[in-house]
């Protein structure tokens, strides 16, 4: 059986969210499965509290990444979030600002930054980092 390939989502809790961005990771990057790493308004916590971040969610993401091989990490925010309420602008800047916390995680994959918008369509609002994320 040939190895599966594993994509990671650092993403809220909010259930209308996932099913969304595992099938836009599917697509888009070419992953078999997405390993998700969940907290309540995700983006605001990495974009607030960078330590706390840190501590809270990093152990899970070095999982998928190193266990898992993902070669990549979405930072999702979205519409309508209980846990961290905004208009998107506020959310774009909290996703900016959660990606340079990502970055200073060295983990060496492509990060990507997706905002869920009110019809949960997903939008690319940034992305950096390693390449080759099409295998
Ligand atoms: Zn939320």
């Known amino acids: 059986m040939p190895r599966a390939n594993f994509g990671t989502a650092l993403t809220c809790i909010d259930g209308r969210v996932h099913l969304p961005v595992i099938s836009w990771m599917r697509d888009m990057l070419l992953v078999?499965?997405?390993?998700?790493?969940?907290y309540?308004?995700?983006?605001?916590?990495?974009?607030?509290?960078?330590?706390?971040?840190?501590?809270?969610?990093?152990?899970?993401?070095?999982?998928?990444?190193q266990r898992?091989?993902?070669?990549?990490l979405a930072l999702?925010?979205?519409?309508?979030?209980a846990a961290n309420p905004g208009t998107a602008e506020a959310h774009r800047d909290q996703l900016l600002r959660g990606l340079r916390t990502l970055q200073g995680w060295n983990l060496g994959v492509k990060l990507i930054a997706l905002w869920l918008t009110e019809?949960?369509?997903?939008d690319v609002v940034r992305t950096r980092g390693a390449d080759a994320v099409v295998r």
């Open 40 to 65: 309540p308004g995700a983006d605001g916590l990495l974009a607030g509290d960078a330590e706390r971040a840190t501590r809270l969610l990093k152990g899970s993401v070095d999982i998928s990444v």
């Open 119 to 122: 019809q949960w369509q997903i």
């Open 76 to 81: 999702v925010a979205h519409h309508d979030c």
């Open 32 to 38: 078999d499965y997405v390993d998700l790493v969940t």
């Open 68 to 72: 898992h091989a993902s070669p990549v």
